[in-house]
T-cell receptor, first 111, second 116 residues
Framework: GIQVEQSPPDLILQEGANSTLRCNFS?????LQWFHQNPWGQLINLFY???GTKQNGRLSATTVATERYSLLYISSSQTTDSGVYFC?????????????FGSGTQLTVLP | DTAVSQTPKYLVTQMGNDKSIKCEQN?????MYWYKQDSKKFLKIMFS???????INETVPNRFSPKSPDKAHLNLHINSLELGDSAVYFC???????????????FGDGTRLSIL
């Protein structure tokens, strides 16, 4: 099946810093989503971005589908950004829709 | 007006018991899913139902039985609970691929199951 690798696995930032999270995938995708799992365990859907670039406030994401990677940018980080960030992809091949998740990036923003 | 709702949010029970987790979506989606997040936070698909029919059944023990009474509901029943079943279970839903263009999956808030 499709492989999804996220880097870095852990990231510690000072409040106000910027960061880039990366997601590499091994096959063409029909869907790519970025999630933030907050300290309460909820999976918050940040972006649906199978290709192109999107921005939402301090967050933006870019997916280069031809090169099989996606980047999540967090600018001016805040302590509330802490949590685990997941990339999940749905392969283009196959008729059934299912997401394969990466192992996540644990982000800690220090005050 | 929660899009995907799961109940209960927390479930603490003893080994050997049988329990159910319910999921409902009000988005009009055709496909519903169960994902499991283990203690290392790894998320993996368990089941997928499309219009009440089982589409995906990953390598899940047959103690786990999903039931879809209609396309807005997908419940998960677990028999003879074991310690290793302790995890967070997420329900999700999506439209069919290509029906109205590619659309994201929407997730519930999760059910944290703890086996004593």
């Amino acid at each position: 099946g499709i492989q999804v690798e996220q880097s870095p696995p852990d990231l510690i930032l000072q409040e106000g810093a910027n960061s880039t999270l990366r997601c590499n995938f091994s096959d063409s995708v029909n869907n790519l989503q970025w999630f933030h799992q907050n300290p309460w365990g909820q999976l918050i859907n940040l972006f649906y971005i199978p290709s192109g670039t999107k921005q939402n406030g301090r967050l933006s994401a870019t997916t280069v589908a031809t090169e099989r990677y996606s980047l999540l940018y967090i600018s001016s980080s805040q302590t509330t950004d802490s949590g685990v960030y997941f990339c999940a992809v749905e392969p283009l091949s196959g008729s059934a829709r299912q997401l394969t998740f990466g192992s996540g990036t644990q982000l800690t923003v220090l005050p | 007006d929660t899009a995907v709702s799961q109940t209960p949010k927390y479930l603490v029970t003893q080994m050997g018991n049988d329990k159910s987790i319910k999921c409902e979506q009000n988005l009009g989606h055709d496909t519903m899913y169960w994902y499991k997040q283990d203690s290392k936070k790894f998320l993996k698909i368990m089941f997928s139902y499309n219009n009440k029919e089982l589409i995906i059944n990953e390598t899940v023990p047959n103690r786990f039985s999903p039931k879809s009474p209609d396309k807005a509901h997908l419940n998960l029943h677990i028999n003879s609970l074991e310690l290793g079943d302790s995890a967070v279970y997420f329900c999700a839903s999506s439209p069919n691929r290509g029906r109205i263009g590619n659309q994201p999956q929407h997730f519930g808030d999760g059910t944290r199951l703890s086996i004593l």
